[in-house]
């Protein structure tokens, strides 16, 4: 298992050139956060899916320089909120827009506990509560991957990044 860069793998393009073309990619907003005792976390990611429906089981990857990659671990817990398109200031909070304590960033939005304590994001698209099954560190990010404990849909349309912006998406017809 790879736990840092191989050294066999090597930079094909400029690290402007890999950011210019994902930027392209539209990619769902999602806020991952945690709870436990390693404390209360959470942070806007845009790297986060579906990895297989035999067992339930996502991903997300985060920065492994921030705290909430550590506190994961610690916690054996993570929530994967996938924003609506009325979240997208609490979502520029969780991405450090204005700089604040982590503790304050709490204080935006609305929060349920799921899988125990975890924050789970009221009024998100989609709520998604994971048990930490397994974990790999590669260059800069921890890959997380959970096993899906519990899940809630909410009723508005998600919130997506592109282009180094956030967009809406049009609703689907009932």
Known sequence: MLTDLDTSVR?????????NA???FANGVTILTTAGPAGRFGRTVSSA????????AVLACVNRAAPIADAVVTNGAFCINAASEAQRAVCEVF????PMPMAD?????????VIGTTPGLLG???????????YLDFG?????????????????PPLVHHRRSFAGIAPFPD
Request: net charge negative.
């Open 11 to 19: 930079e094909a393009v400029s690290r402007e050139a890999f950011a």
């Open 22 to 24: 994902l930027s392209c």
């Open 49 to 56: 899916c579906s990895l297989c429906a035999t067992p339930p």
């Open 95 to 98: 991405a450090g827009q204005p």
């Open 105 to 113: 960033r709490f204080e935006h939005g609305e929060w349920v506990d």
């Open 124 to 134: 998100a698209a989609a709520v998604v509560g994971c048990r930490l099954a397994t």
């Open 140 to 156: 800069s990010h921890r890959i997380l991957i959970g096993v899906v404990c519990e899940t809630q849909i909410g009723s508005l």
